[in-house]
């Protein structure tokens, strides 16, 4: 069963932590993405790569880290440089030659 | 930088009635468009697409959207909703090689 799993579904830290988001694909996309969603905000792209060993800053990546060892995997760290780290956080994936994106069932994070 | 404007926040609609909701982006060259569902508690999922051809596509579930380029726009209508399309939905327009930019996002209720 092919897909995008993201774990954990909730995700509760203190101010101050850093905390690491996983999404696995098995879907053999070579571009994933991160994106945040708040309330009234849509989805906007934290980072996203293209191919193993190299991503690219989105719109809002102050605050937050990635890496991208292998082509199935690209978690997301949220570090303590983040000043409103409480969200929800979409994966997604693509093929290359395909600009339709494949989103995982996210991760809820929230600050304490 | 390109946007794209959800007017419509919240939609209340009685089972049986029309719908359309809007989106406008702001970009003159040439894009591909994505109009995406997000269920209560379930993944983001693909509506529809336009990437040429016709103006006018259909998705799943009984929804369309027409692309009207001289507008800018790329609105979604179904012609009678039901209670299980209650969602959230999010027009997105790719102008670029694999970024997407996603409107606010347009909460739909549709009481029975």
């Known amino acids: 069963d092919g897909g995008i799993t993201q774990s954990p579904k909730y995700l509760f830290r203190k101010e101050g932590q850093n905390v690491t988001l996983s999404c696995e694909q098995n879907?053999?996309?070579?571009?994933m993405y991160w994106y945040r969603q708040d309330p009234g905000q849509g989805l906007r792209l934290i980072y996203y790569?293209?191919?193993?060993?190299?991503?690219q800053k989105g719109d809002i990546a102050e605050g937050y880290s990635v890496s991208r060892e292998k082509k199935e995997s690209f978690p997301l760290t949220v570090t303590s440089a983040q000043k409103n780290p409480t969200a929800f956080y979409l994966c997604?994936?693509?093929?290359?030659?395909?600009?339709?994106?494949?989103f995982g069932p996210g991760t809820r994070l929230t600050v304490l | 930088a390109q946007s794209v404007s959800q007017h419509n926040h919240h939609v209340i609609l009685s089972e049986a009635a029309s719908l359309e909701l809007g989106c406008n982006y702001s970009?003159?060259?040439?894009?591909?468009l994505f109009w995406y569902v997000q269920y209560p508690g379930q993944h983001l999922q693909l509506l529809l697409k336009?990437?040429?051809?016709?103006?006018l596509v259909k998705g799943i579930k009984g929804f369309e959207a027409e692309f009207i380029k001289s507008k800018f726009s790329f609105n979604l209508r179904k012609p009678s909703v039901q209670w299980s399309d209650t969602a959230e939905y999010f027009c997105?327009?790719?102008?670029?090689?694999?970024?997407?930019?996603f409107g606010t996002g347009t909460r739909l209720l549709v009481s029975p």
């Open positions: 997604a994936s693509s093929r290359l030659s395909s600009n339709e994106q494949f």
């Open positions: 879907l053999n996309h070579d571009a």
């Open positions: 790569s293209q191919i193993v060993n190299d991503f």
């Open positions: 970009y003159g060259g040439t894009v591909n």
């Open positions: 336009y990437f040429s051809g016709d103006p």
């Open positions: 997105a327009v790719n102008t670029g090689f694999q970024k997407l930019v």
